[in-house]
């Protein structure tokens, strides 16, 4: 089973709308942490935002911002106000307990139109 | 803001040869980490190191990959004999603890031929 899951392969956004990225987990340990990453065509891995298993509040960073249901195992991320410079793969990642690695999705390539 | 830095940008080299992989993490940072990401495909963990010493390794990361802190600032990966299926992007992260978020390196492009 994928411990990773993001169903949109491709979005194609205006530019200043928003924009919801989706992702569910799988895990059965109770720590884990989530994170978001952004890629753009130069091939970089930039961090964006993270989110703890026992945070009580939505991790937020500037114009994103992480909607964890815990109950649904969903982390999608929201991205307000979307620029062209948006324009990237977005990938997902989970790390479980006390592991070290991160476990990324497939990723979801977004295009902002101007 | 301190970043992760890697050397070569892009490497290019023959099926058999042998190949390192330089990295220099975030000066404070405690662990690091060896990824990688074929051509269009999802970033795979490879191994993880902390406190000299690899803490986690994946299947992928098998006899012919070796990593090595050689000093106080540089952290490297060797593929000592290049298969066809290494290239890849390679990317290295580092991370203040085993539980903060991990930040990548702008990645080396191995191309084995």
């Known amino acids: 089973a994928q411990k990773i899951t993001q169903t949109q392969p491709g979005m194609f956004v205006q530019e200043k709308e928003a924009v919801t990225l989706d992702c569910t987990y799988d895990?059965?340990?109770?720590?884990?942490?989530l994170f978001w990453y952004k890629q753009p065509s130069s091939g970089e891995m930039i961090f964006l935002i993270y989110?703890?298993?026992?945070?009580?509040q939505n991790a937020t960073e500037g114009r994103y911002s992480l909607n964890f249901q815990k109950a649904r195992k969903s982390a999608n991320l929201v991205i307000s106000a979307s620029q062209l410079g948006d324009s990237a793969m977005y990938f997902c990642?989970?790390?479980?307990?006390?592991?070290?690695?991160?476990?990324f999705g497939k990723g979801t390539r977004l295009h902002i139109l101007p | 803001e301190p970043e992760v830095t890697q050397t070569p940008s892009h490497q290019v080299t023959q099926m058999g040869q042998e190949v390192i992989l330089r990295c220099v993490p975030i000066?404070?940072?405690?662990?690091f980490y060896w990824y990688r990401q074929i051509l269009g495909q999802k970033v795979e963990f490879l191994v993880s190191?902390?406190?000299?010493?690899?803490?986690?390794k994946s299947e992928i990361f098998d006899d012919q990959f070796s990593v090595e802190r050689p000093d106080g600032s540089n952290f490297t990966l060797k593929i000592r004999s290049t298969k066809l299926e290494d290239s890849a992007m390679y990317f290295c992260?580092?991370?203040?603890?085993?539980?903060?978020?991990?930040?990548f390196g702008p990645g080396t492009r191995l191309t084995v031929l």
């Open positions: 895990t059965s340990d109770p720590s884990y942490g």
């Open positions: 190191f902390y406190n000299n010493e690899i803490s986690e």
């Open positions: 989110q703890g298993s026992y945070d009580q």
């Open positions: 000066s404070n940072h405690l662990y």
């Open positions: 990642a989970m790390r479980e307990g006390t592991v070290d690695k991160i476990i």
């Open positions: 992260a580092s991370s203040r603890g085993g539980n903060n978020e991990q930040f």
